[in-house]
Nanobody
């Protein structure tokens, strides 16, 4: 079983930066792609970014391209999301996810973290 724990959320002013981190534990040997999603109040969950097991391939949601950067450190079983030029519309709970199937891009994620709140003030 794999467990994901996010950290790094908080209250930030618009224009600021934040780095979210997600640590995986348990049967981490079968983690392949990892990703970040977010859900704002009253809205559906939105894809933010994901990264292949090697880190060679990444994808980003249209609304975050150029401002968000995903990276991973397999030795530490972590995936990070660097967020720059924060906007109030980036306010959401950010979730880390892991795919346990060796495919890219992933069609869906099986393991989810509890989320970390990011609030951007204008």
């Amino acid at each position: 079983q794999v467990h994901l724990v996010e950290s790094g959320g908080g209250l930030v002013q618009a224009g600021g930066s934040l780095t979210l981190s997600c640590v995986a534990s348990g049967r981490t040997f079968n983690i392949y792609a990892m990703g970040w999603f977010r859900q704002a109040p009253g809205k559906e969950r939105e894809f933010v970014a994901d990264i292949s097991r090697s880190g060679a391939s990444t994808r980003y949601g249209d609304s975050v391209i150029g401002r968000f950067t995903i990276s991973r450190d397999n030795a530490k079983n972590t995936v990070a999301l660097q967020i720059d030029s924060l906007k109030p519309e980036d306010t959401a709970v950010y979730y880390c996810a892991a795919d346990q199937r060796p495919s890219w891009p992933p069609s869906r994620y099986q393991v989810w973290g509890q989320g970390t709140q990011v609030t951007v003030s204008s």
